[in-house]
C-alpha cells in the first residue's frame, strides 16, 4: 500500500457513529473504498461489495457477548466467514487487559485507542496489511502468530 487509495476497508460497528467517525478519518486521509456495517448481514455484503483487504472492527469490551469481538470471532471461526484470513484492526477505548488479551486471542492484528486520528488508524492498517507474520489455524486459535515476548 503506497497510498491510502490504494486499500479497501470494512468498518464493522455495533455504534454507527463510531463507524461514521472512523469512515471520516479515512476519507480524511485518502482512503476511498470504505463500507460501513452495524450488523453480520451488513458485513457479509461489505464483503461481496467492497472486497476489502483490511477490516477494523469496534470492540467495547472483553465480554464474549460484546458486538464487536463477537464479529471478530465470527470472521476467524466459521465456517461462513468471507475471509478467515483477512487482516483485523481493532478499535476501542477500553484500555484494560482483559479487553487486550480477549482482541489478541480473538486473532487481530493489531489494536488501537478510540478515538483514534486518521493518520494514526492508518498506521495501523498499513501494519496490519502488511504484516509478515504466519497465520495459525488450530483449535485453539485462529490468527496471526502473536509476537515473541521480548526479553529484558
Known sequence: MNNATDVNVLIFSHVHGHAQTMRMALRGMGVRVTFMATNINQMLEGFSVAEPQVAVIYVDSGAETDPGLQMLNF??????????????????????????????NAGAHEYVLYPVAGDALLKKIHAAKTSTRAFIDTPDYVGPERPAAKKS
Not at 78 to 104: E, F, H, L, N, Y
Request: avoid cysteine; hydrophobic fraction near 40%.
Open 75 to 104: 470472521i476467524r471461526r466459521s465456517p461462513q466467514s468471507p475471509d478467515r484470513k483477512i487482516p483485523v484492526v481493532v478499535v476501542s477505548q477500553a484500555r484494560d487487559m482483559v479487553t487486550i488479551q480477549a482482541v489478541g
